[in-house]
Antibody
Framework: EVQLVDSGGGLVQPGGSLRLSCAAS????????MNWVRQAPGKGLEWVSY????????YYSDSVKGRFTISRDNANTSLYLQMNSLRDEDTAVYYC???????????WGQGTLVTVSS | DIQMTQSPSSLSASVGDRVTITCQAS??????LNWYQQKPGRAPKLLIY???NLETGVPSRFSGSGSGTDFTFTISSLQPEDIATYHC?????????FGPGTKVDVK
């Protein structure tokens, strides 16, 4: 059974940092691209970042470029999102998602809440 | 960036009704369009990929159609468990973008 378990969220002050983790199991993690998608309270879904299976291709939304860093550890089947210089508008539930060969997000983690507030 | 719009933003229908949601892209995205269902407090779930393909295990009352800029998502016979918000998403171009969502309620 495919499982993605998100962790690492919490309350952080503006300008602070957090590192999110996503533990993957039940599939060949090293064969799939992975993404982070976030959802601010009461709002829609926003794509944040993508990393290819071998980490050779990485992309970010303009809203996080230069502040967030996506990475993965295929040996430990884990995905990460290092978030620096956090802003109030980064407050959201963050989901890791698996990207199917067709480009859809076919599996999602349960989400981890990041709250940026003083 | 490709902008995605959805209509209506919310709807209320009776059990057994046919429900239709539309999604429009700001430019041609071919069939690179997915639909997700999100129940309150839960992560989204993929229902339809590539505009019209039903994800494995998803009930056949859900369907999708369209290409280019205009897409349609249909629930042929609304069930109580279909109460959720439905999101469309394009993956033709980065950044991947989602529609604002359509909240479906049962009367």
């Amino acid at each position: 059974e495919v499982q993605l378990v998100d962790s690492g969220g919490g309350l952080v002050q503006p300008g602070g940092s957090l590192r999110l983790s996503c533990a993957a199991s039940g599939f060949n993690f090293s064969s799939y691209g992975m993404n982070w998608v976030r959802q601010a309270p009461g709002k829609g879904l926003e794509w944040v970042s993508y990393i290819s299976s071998s980490s050779s291709s990485i992309y970010y939304s303009d809203s996080v470029k230069g502040r967030f860093t996506i990475s993965r550890d295929n040996a430990n089947t884990s995905l990460y999102l290092q978030m620096n210089s956090l802003r109030d508008e980064d407050t959201a539930v963050y989901y890791c998602t698996r990207e199917s060969t067709g480009g859809a997000f076919d599996y999602w983690g349960q989400g981890t809440l990041v709250t940026v507030s003083s | 960036d490709i902008q995605m719009t959805q209509s209506p933003s919310s709807l209320s229908a009776s059990v057994g009704d046919r429900v239709t949601i539309t999604c429009q892209a700001s430019q041609d995205i071919s069939n690179y369009l997915n639909w997700y269902q999100q129940k309150p407090g839960r992560a989204p779930k993929l229902l339809i990929y590539d505009a019209s393909n039903l994800e494995t295990g998803v009930p056949s009352r859900f369907s999708g159609s369209g290409s280019g800029t205009d897409f349609t998502f249909t629930i042929s016979s609304l069930q109580p468990e279909d109460i959720a918000t439905y999101h469309c998403q394009q993956y033709d171009n980065l950044p991947f973008t989602f529609g604002p969502g359509t909240k479906v309620d049962v009367k």
